[in-house]
């Protein structure tokens, strides 16, 4: 009898803890969309490795387990597994998958479960099914994979997702929304609450994922992919700055918008730079990525194919730069790391430590032959590195590293520089001669003598490349009308020598273009200076308007110096200076304005010509648009009532002018 009741207990204890087991199963199986998002804070692809007909077939080899040591190693959470199923699966029903095959995708995914990594495993490469979608054979063709994959894989845990097609260009949108429709429905009857990756057609841009019909169902991630800039990203030439930085911002931005309004957390499932991108740019190209993550809360999923998008060195199992910088950036980290060489034996290293609770800064350096170690360590407050220990014809990389208190090290994107034989800087006139006002400067004929002598620009590559690359300065050839002066940073600044012809005031008209008003520059010829100015949004980055200012002159030759004094950014194209008056100016008269007030606070604008006055516009200093007056008269009285005391740019339009005139309003 206790033998009985023994052998019964035993029973019932192995009762209870397989039902425990299957209930505590089914509570991991309900993990969320937006948990598994807030978990998955650092991914990478294992690209062109299960995508050619067989495996490894490109220029990686077969993948190995020892990859998944090396991602968990390394600070990864998140493992991206593109597969090619096509050319594993036969042409007929029931169009079964070699088992081989889904034998060694599973081998594969376990690798990475077994390691309490997050796992995404779609369908890549998938060509056929894109193209011929309309093929009710080869529709069938690819729900039958869905449905063996899901149900190969429905006890796995909840931290494999499934990711329905891979950029399905080829897809019409209302294909794309059916195709996604359909499969989720296979997907369901098998794995009803695992976590289920949707993309939008096309090349599954953000703009696709936006617009595309989002199935009903509580387990559902939105993904995008992102090579922008094209073509830096994904050829590796072209621009990268602020201008494309706005654009990214604006992008990420919309899509957290869309995100917030269908409850559905975002998976950035590839992003990355062409290696043959300029080195620096394609740093920050990555670190800008990791910030904008970070700051709008994708998981990302950064794109390792083993060659020119390589993050993982799989022949020597060990990682390039672009690592640390995916693992350990983050806003907090040390910004704007700038280089420049100094006579033949010294380079200077400058940035910003924007970390709070900073213990120490840390430079590490190396050459092209070697890997980063440890140079030099400042206190926090430190901001330059002057390096006396290089040799020229040598490229020299640096990176920052700020320690917090705790120990937690944040890393700058690195920079390298080429140590140069020293050439003395001396001044040139670009065109051979001064440039003669009145005339055109044109904003792209600077002087010759590089940074810090006839210019200063936040980094020493021309961006665009397209005039006088060779120099630090972002020239480009946007407006359709010559070269202009692009990504123009505070801070930033161009000198032309100029040789003014008669003394005199002269109205000079600043051709810019600008998306939005209120940046703000300086002109300064000589002894002469113009108060601070503002720019006028032009609505475009292709389109220049005018910002027009009196400024009086002296004879002779003199240099010029455009300061960029802050921002919303602008292109500068050029100046075109006309002669007003010559001889001494008229203190009570500015561009032939001049503006009183009546005693009842009216303001009063008389002209020196006759000339129809046809509109008056009221800005405020930072380029708003206050008011508009049509046909004022002569004089002109304009109420002032309604607008706050302070200083204003009165604009007055007549048919062959347009003149600008600074005044205070108020009491």
Not at 461 to 482: F, Q, S
Not at 484 to 493: C, L, R, T, Y
Request: charged share 25%.
């Amino acid at each position: 009898m206790n033998t009985y009741r023994m052998e019964l207990n035993s029973r019932l204890r192995m009762l209870l803890f397989c039902v425990l087991t299957i209930l505590a199963g089914n509570t991991a199986a309900q993990i969320t969309p937006h948990e598994a998002v807030s978990r998955m804070k650092k991914g990478i692809n294992l690209g062109n490795t299960l995508e050619p007909p067989d495996e490894g077939g490109w220029n990686n080899g077969p993948a190995r387990e020892r990859y998944f040591d090396l991602y968990k190693e390394a600070g990864f959470d998140v493992v991206r597994v593109p597969v090619r199923w096509d050319e594993h699966t036969g042409n007929s029903s029931p169009y079964m998958v070699d088992k081989s095959w889904m034998d060694r995708i599973e081998e594969i995914l376990e690798w990475g479960l077994e390691r309490d990594l997050f796992i995404v495993v779609n369908a890549h490469h998938e060509e056929w099914i894109k193209e011929d979608y309309s093929n009710a054979g080869k529709r069938a063709r690819f729900d039958s994979i869905w449905s063996q994959i899901a149900v190969r894989f429905q006890d796995k845990s909840e931290k494999l997702i499934f990711e329905i097609i891979n950029e399905p260009k080829g897809l019409t949108k209302e294909q794309n929304d059916e195709l996604h429709q359909r499969i989720l429905s296979i997907i369901r009857k098998t794995n009803p609450t695992r976590n289920v990756i949707i993309q939008g057609n096309n090349w599954g841009g953000a703009e696709e994922l936006m617009t595309m019909v989002i199935p009903e169902d509580d387990y559902l991630i939105g993904s995008f992919h992102s090579y922008d800039p094209w073509p830096f990203g994904l050829e590796g030439h072209g621009p990268f700055g602020p201008i494309e930085i706005n654009a990214l911002k604006n992008k990420f931005s919309a899509v957290k918008t869309w995100a917030e309004s269908n409850n559905i957390p975002v998976f950035l499932g590839e992003f990355g730079c062409h290696k043959d991108a300029e080195y620096n740019l394609r740093m920050l190209h990555y670190r800008t990525y990791v910030e904008l993550i970070q700051q709008y809360g994708f998981t990302p999923c950064v794109w390792d194919d083993g060659g020119t998008f390589r993050v993982m060195e799989r022949a020597t199992s060990g990682w390039n730069e672009i690592k640390d910088i995916l693992i350990h950036t983050t806003a907090d980290a040390p910004g704007n790391p700038k280089l420049s060489n100094y006579q033949d034996t010294l380079i200077r290293l400058e940035w910003s430590n924007r970390l709070d609770d900073c213990d120490s800064i840390v430079i590490e350096r190396k050459t092209h032959i070697g890997s980063f170690s440890m140079y030099a360590t400042f206190p926090p407050d430190a901001g330059d590195l002057m390096d006396t220990n290089v040799f020229p014809n040598i490229y020299y990389y640096y990176r920052i590293i700020a320690f917090h208190n705790n120990g937690t090290g944040l890393y700058s994107q690195p920079v390298r520089i080429l140590m140069t034989k020293y050439i003395p800087q001396v001044r040139g006139l670009f065109l051979g001669e001064p440039l003669p006002i009145p005339g055109i400067v044109e904003a792209e004929h600077f002087d010759t003598g590089g940074e810090g002598l006839a210019y200063h620009d936040t980094d020493d590559i021309n961006r665009a490349g397209e005039y006088r690359p060779d120099e630090g300065v972002d020239i480009y050839n946007r407006l359709g009308e010559g070269f202009h002066i692009g990504d123009a940073m505070p801070g930033e600044w161009y000198e032309y020598t100029v040789a003014v012809e008669q003394e005199g005031e002269y109205l000079m008209d600043v051709h810019l273009a600008a998306m939005k008003s209120g940046g703000q520059f300086l002109v300064t010829i000589g002894e002469s200076s113009s108060d601070t100015l503002f720019t006028l949004s032009s609505g475009s980055w292709l389109q220049t308007n005018q910002v027009s200012v009196p400024i009086y002159l002296s004879k002779g030759t003199q240099v010029m110096r455009f300061s960029v004094i802050d921002e919303p950014l602008f292109n500068f194209d050029k100046i075109e200076f006309t002669l007003n008056t010559t001889g001494m100016r008229n203190p009570g008269m500015v561009d032939g304005l001049r503006i009183s007030k009546d005693p009842g606070g009216q303001l009063i604008i008389t002209q020196d010509d006759t000339a129809e006055i046809r509109m008056i516009r009221i800005y405020s200093m930072s380029g708003t648009l206050i008011q508009i007056i049509d046909h004022p008269g002569h004089p002109a009285r304009i109420s002032t009532c309604g607008i706050s005391t302070g200083l204003y740019i009165i604009q007055v339009h007549t048919q062959d002018h347009l003149k600008n005139i600074k005044t205070y309003i108020g009491s």
